[in-house]
């Protein structure tokens, strides 16, 4: 051995302080076969998550529905935006306490009958969703939601046309053998209720009606516990008089104007029957935009096509009577125009009346 491996081997022995020891390292947990994974799920269901019933009856859940106002009702888009509360209230013997006033429980910590808008399309509430719990252990939920709403119209007498506007409230997976709907009484009497006047102004309410109306998407013989509200609301004819079927009457009498004008003018006469036939397709394109997209016709259609008609008539007229001005037929010419002038009027009446009031 040279003094190389002295050296090699003298370091050796200072690195490992027990000769033949293994260094420290802290041993292995032992694994048992028994040893279970913890959870966070808990051992036993809690009484006040369960549903409060007695001997399987449905729970009764006292609902009460107040619209605050009905901002827009717009009949292209078949939808409704308003503004709404709801309380309800039901028991839970087991959140029973000494009070003397209200405790406040979040949503998820007691049973509730998960109530959701059915129809509604999109909306935001004002209040966290929570519940408020009475000495005697009556639960309290409250709740106030702007929202649009769906709800699909019958516009065939548009404008002239009466509408229900729904709002469907529904107790998420809970059917009408678990969950029973009743109005909230105050007084004895029912405290649904709508605003005394609305922000509404080309509608006015005839009447409302809030009762307990069970969800059935499918037609089911038991269907989901659910609360509606309706409201029957007529819409005010003036503002559509006004902006469409005036004029429209206008430019009708005035695709007229060659009938009383000489009709040697050809020119002229020619020129104001084309300008009444262009003002017509302008303005319809203007008041699209007023006009619902339904597939089938409405009485605003149905006018709006008649007048179209009738003005297209009064310019094909206009050159018929160029023609017969130079072909000469000076008595026929003032023959038709005669009849013209008398049947033009009544025709427009009739087609005002057939429109809106037949």
């Known amino acids: 051995m040279n003094i190389y491996s002295g050296i090699i081997l003298f370091f050796m022995v200072l690195s490992f302080p027990a000769w033949g020891q293994s260094p420290d390292v802290a041993p292995l947990p032992e694994t048992s076969k028994e040893q279970t994974i913890p959870t966070f799920l808990p051992q036993k269901p809690m009484p006040e998550l369960e549903r409060p019933t007695i001997r399987g009856e449905?729970?009764?859940?006292?609902?009460?529905?107040?619209?605050?106002?009905?901002?827009?009702?717009?009949?292209?888009?078949?939808?409704?935006?308003?503004?709404?509360?709801?309380?309800?209230?039901?028991?839970?013997?087991?959140?029973?306490?000494?009070?003397?006033?209200?405790?406040?429980?979040?949503?998820?910590?007691?049973?509730?009958?998960?109530?959701?808008?059915?129809?509604?399309?999109?909306?935001?509430?004002?209040?966290?969703?929570?519940?408020?719990?009475?000495?005697?252990?009556?639960?309290?939920?409250?709740?106030?939601?702007?929202?649009?709403?769906?709800?699909p119209f019958d516009l065939r007498n548009f404008p002239?046309?009466?509408?229900?506007?729904?709002?469907?409230?529904?107790?998420?997976?809970?059917?009408?053998?678990?969950?029973?709907?009743?109005?909230?009484?105050?007084?004895?009497?029912?405290?649904?209720?709508?605003?005394?006047?609305?922000?509404?102004?080309?509608?006015?309410?005839?009447?409302?009606?809030?009762?307990?109306?069970?969800?059935?998407?499918?037609?089911?013989?038991?269907?989901?516990?659910?609360?509606?509200?309706?409201?029957?609301?007529?819409?005010?004819?003036?503002?559509?008089?006004v902006k469409i079927i005036l004029p429209l009457c206008l430019i009708v009498i005035m695709s007229w104007l060659p009938l009383w004008t000489d009709p040697r003018h050809i020119g002229s006469n020619l020129a104001i029957s084309a300008t009444s036939f262009l003002t017509l397709v302008a303005y319809l394109f203007a008041i699209t935009v007023l006009l619902p997209r339904v597939s089938y016709l409405t009485r605003m259609d149905q006018f709006i096509i008649l007048s179209t008609v009738m003005v297209f008539a009064c310019m094909a007229q206009t050159v018929a009577m160029s023609n017969m001005v130079k072909r000469g037929k000076d008595k026929s010419l003032r023959k038709f125009l005669k009849w013209s002038r008398a049947v033009y009027p009544v025709l427009l009446v009739l087609l005002v009346a057939y429109s809106f009031f037949l």
Do not use: C
Request: aromatic share 12%; proline share 7%; charged share 20%.
């Open 58 to 151: 449905p729970t009764e859940v006292q609902v009460s529905i107040y619209i605050i106002d009905v901002d827009e009702v717009d009949s292209a888009e078949q939808n409704f935006a308003a503004s709404v509360f709801i309380e309800a209230r039901w028991y839970i013997p087991e959140l029973r306490h000494e009070g003397p006033g209200p405790i406040n429980l979040s949503w998820t910590e007691v049973w509730t009958p998960r109530l959701v808008i059915v129809n509604q399309q999109q909306g935001w509430r004002s209040f966290p969703e929570s519940v408020e719990v009475l000495p005697d252990g009556q639960v309290i939920y409250r709740q106030k939601t702007w929202g649009r709403f769906s709800q």
């Open 160 to 241: 002239l046309d009466i509408q229900t506007l729904t709002i469907q409230y529904a107790a998420a997976g809970l059917s009408e053998t678990e969950v029973k709907m009743v109005p909230l009484m105050e007084n004895g009497q029912p405290s649904s209720g709508i605003a005394k006047r609305f922000s509404l102004p080309d509608f006015e309410v005839l009447s409302w009606n809030a009762a307990p109306a069970p969800y059935r998407p499918n037609d089911e013989k038991v269907g989901i516990a659910g609360f509606q509200m309706e409201i029957e609301v007529e819409r005010r004819v003036t503002y559509f008089v």
